[in-house]
T-cell receptor
Framework: KAGVTQTPRYLIKTRGQQVTLSCSPI?????VSWYQQTPGQGLQFLFEYFSETQRNKGNFPGRFSGRQFSNSRSEMNVSTLELGDSALYLC?????????????FGDGTRLSIL | AQKVTQAQTEISVVEKEDVTLDCVYE???????LFWYKQPPSGELVFLIRRNSFDEQNEISGRYSWNFQKSTSSFNFTITASQVVDSAVYFC????????????FGKGTSLLVTP
């Protein structure tokens, strides 16, 4: 079974630009979550999507948004990029939301803001 | 406030030594789950174990073992006879019903095992 696939693996952007990251969950998994990992703040929950609807949201500004498609693939978008948005963005999937099934993570997208 | 505390930032051991990674959590939920994940240099978080709040039985999986104690709000992870391949960052995480089951991670413990 293929794991969680994130593209691209690396991105370099400049301040003020916007970026879109993509995540394909494990086949059969319908819940997709996004996490941001930085050296200072560690791993922080961004949001979770299920059935094309945002089901849960962390404490991030509105510049961070996401969406999910009917095939469960998800994208996250960050607008008006700031230097502090430089991070590893991890996507995770599990079969159902509102459950404590283990989340399975992708390799992440490393975003660098110049 | 940090809900999951991993007090050890970095640990360095020599191969074949035993090592314990500490995790202390804080929650008001009566039903919650605890997880350990391993993050090798490649970046992917690898699931190791899940334990629910009603199951205080310790668990052993090969060289890995976990000690869950509700009385001290701790969920410690021991690697027996460590190997170089165990070198990674290990994260403890808490999942609560009132946070929609999102994972709340500790800061991680970086383990270096040298030959």
């Amino acid at each position: 079974k293929a794991g969680v696939t994130q593209t691209p693996r690396y991105l370099i952007k400049t301040r003020g630009q916007q970026v879109t990251l993509s995540c394909s969950p494990i086949s059969g998994h319908r819940s997709v979550s996004w996490y941001q990992q930085t050296p200072g703040q560690g791993l922080q929950f961004l949001f979770e999507y299920f059935s094309e609807t945002q089901r849960n949201k962390g404490n991030f500004p509105g510049r961070f948004s996401g969406r999910q498609f009917s095939n469960s693939r998800s994208e996250m978008n960050v607008s008006t990029l700031e230097l502090g948005d430089s991070a590893l963005y991890l996507c995770a999937s599990k079969s159902e939301p509102y459950s404590n099934q283990p989340q399975h993570f992708g390799d992440g997208t490393r975003l660098s803001i110049l | 406030a940090q809900k999951v505390t991993q007090a050890q930032t970095e640990i360095s051991v020599v191969e074949k030594e035993d090592v314990t990674l500490d995790c202390v959590y804080e929650t008001r939920d009566t039903t919650y789950y605890l997880f350990w994940y391993k993050q090798p240099p490649s970046g992917e978080l690898v699931f190791l174990i899940r334990r629910n709040s009603f199951d205080e039985q310790n668990e052993i999986s090969g060289r890995y073992s976990w000690n869950f104690q509700k009385s001290t709000s701790s969920f410690n992870f021991t690697i027996t006879a460590s190997q170089v391949v165990d070198s990674a960052v290990y994260f403890c995480a808490l999942s609560e019903t009132n946070s929609g089951y999102a994972l709340n991670f500790g800061k991680g413990t970086s383990l270096l095992v040298t030959p």
